[in-house]
């Protein structure tokens, strides 16, 4: 699959969506993120400011400003990553989410119908189903009330979107409804959470679950199982993941939707991606492998003099308008600035991946 329709214009894939977890990319305006698509937070958004007042200001887009493609998240994953870490915080029913959000009295109860229809109410371009999350390692009877819990709320969620779309005046196209594969480390768990959400028909699908083992590395294994559970003629959503080098592994594996907070994170801590020589020829382009790119730590003191851009093939507005040494300077003074320079090339060059992805697969298609 090379694209995929939205309410909010065409979508080329492979893609990737920045975090704008509370309805804002960290540190930098909308007006310098070049990418077609952002990832907001469902839970976050609930808590802050509330589905009906976003809703009553025109939903998220008219709410933030941003007219591009939006997708949000269930919100599972971190309420699962709550309870994981303290049990205090509420528990996953058979049926809903229990939580508390300050571990005390007050508690809200988050069902697959309440997932989406907040969702519809932020007026989403894509739309995550609720699903119950785990670890890889953890035991198989987790993972098998995983995989039940998550079909069976993923055929609620499906039930309530159908309820909604019954209504629904829109014109063009209709808010995209992914399911999300659980299964822990078994492939055959896996491969069946796959099956029984196809066969309640879903737009795409998403990686279920934390990627990493135990020991801190990234489970190829798993997010393969995952791809392979998932059919080929739909969107492969590597939600949460990742890292350049990550995203062509992952592309190689079938997958091709990708969010993350690692470039926005990176701009934070001074580290600027750049592209290696030779990744755009005139001849064309080649597809990223290896050691395709490196590290720009803005803080070095070999920068503090150096006219030259971060990178001179980026047309990003950091790299368009000002030097190494500017913002080496910026750092140094702890000016807000230079968070926002350093976040837009961040996520320029993300975009920029994308670009070589897809030409690449272009390329290859002959």
Request: charged share 30%; proline share 6%.
């Amino acid at each position: 699959m090379r694209e995929i329709c939205t309410m909010h214009g065409k979508l080329p894939l492979p893609a990737f969506f920045p975090d704008a977890t509370y309805g804002a990319v960290r540190c930098t305006p909308f007006s310098a993120v070049r990418s077609q698509g952002l990832v907001m937070n469902s839970y976050h958004l609930y808590n802050r400011p509330g589905p009906r007042l976003i809703k009553q200001l025109g939903g998220l887009h008219a709410f933030t400003g941003y007219q591009g493609i939006l997708l949000t998240d269930s919100g599972g994953f971190q309420l699962y990553s709550l309870i994981r870490e303290n049990p205090a915080y509420g528990e996953i029913r058979e049926n809903e989410i229990l939580f508390r959000p300050d571990m005390g009295k007050e508690k809200m109860v988050f069902t697959p119908e309440k997932c989406i229809q907040a969702q519809l109410r932020y007026g989403s371009d894509i739309m995550m189903c609720l699903d119950v999350c785990t670890a890889p390692d953890d035991p198989i009877e987790v993972q098998r009330r995983s995989v039940e819990l998550t079909v069976r709320w993923a055929r609620r969620c499906r039930e309530e979107y159908d309820r909604a779309m019954r209504s629904w005046k829109g014109e063009g196209p209709r808010p995209l409804l992914f399911g999300i594969v659980q299964g822990g480390a078994d492939r055959q768990l896996r491969l069946e959470c796959g099956a029984r959400l196809e066969e309640i028909g879903f737009d795409g699908y998403g990686f279920g679950g934390w990627p990493m083992g135990a020991d801190g590395k990234l489970r190829l294994d798993v997010l393969q199982d995952a791809a392979d559970a998932m059919p080929d003629h739909k969107v492969k959503y590597a939600m949460g993941l990742g890292r350049p080098e990550e995203i062509v592994r992952l592309v190689e594996m079938g997958y091709t939707l990708f969010d993350c907070v690692i470039p926005t994170r990176e701009a934070r801590h001074q580290r600027l991606y750049v592209f290696r020589e030779g990744m755009e020829t005139p001849e064309g382009v080649r597809r990223p492998e290896g050691d395709f790119f490196r590290y720009h730590r803005a803080l070095e003191p070999e920068y503090a003099r150096d006219g030259a851009p971060v990178d001179e093939r980026c047309d990003c507005v950091l790299c368009r308008s000002h030097s190494r040494a500017y913002l080496h300077h910026l750092f140094k003074t702890d000016d807000p600035q230079a968070l926002a320079l350093a976040t837009a090339h961040n996520l320029r060059f993300y975009e920029r991946l994308m670009e070589l992805l897809r030409a690449g697969m272009e390329k290859s298609d002959g």
